[in-house]
């Protein structure tokens, strides 16, 4: 699949930190309520840490309790679906559309939400850019 965004592995490791590289390049997981976005409630807009590519809006995260940021809607196609049946689980797996970047996972258990749905993403995988 072509992207915006290409880079070398070795690339990815150079601009990445490890831990940046294990989530976003390597499908990791962050653990649970310790990333930098969990609870902010800062304004702006959510992007890429691999790439800058411009993907959520504050106004669609909301508390869900997971341990990791939670969004309700991506920004228009931005992000692609990955079906993930790893870890004994059937899930979509979330990916920057502009870098094939692992941002997180989407569940349609968004209680109260507008769309529905959960888009479960790890902090680590994005940099928010506030409002002026």
């Not at 930098?36 to 411009?54: F, H, I, Q, S």
Request: aromatic share 10%; proline share 5%.
């Amino acid at each position: 699949m072509g992207y915006q965004v290409e880079k070398s592995d070795e690339q990815w490791r150079e601009e990445l930190s490890p831990e940046e590289y294990a989530v976003l390049r390597q499908a990791g997981t962050e653990r649970p309520f310790v990333g930098e976005y969990t609870d902010t409630e800062t304004t702006g807009v959510y992007r890429c840490k691999a790439c800058e590519a411009e993907l959520f809006v504050s106004d669609t995260k909301f508390h869900s309790d997971c341990g990791w940021p939670s969004f309700y809607q991506p920004m228009t196609d931005t992000v692609e679906y990955i079906e993930d049946n790893t870890l004994g689980m059937k899930r979509v797996e979330v990916r920057c559309a502009n870098c094939g970047s692992h941002l997180g996972h989407v569940f349609p258990d968004g209680v109260g939400t507008p769309t529905g749905d959960r888009y479960c993403i790890n902090s680590i995988s994005l940099t928010l850019t506030p409002n002026a």
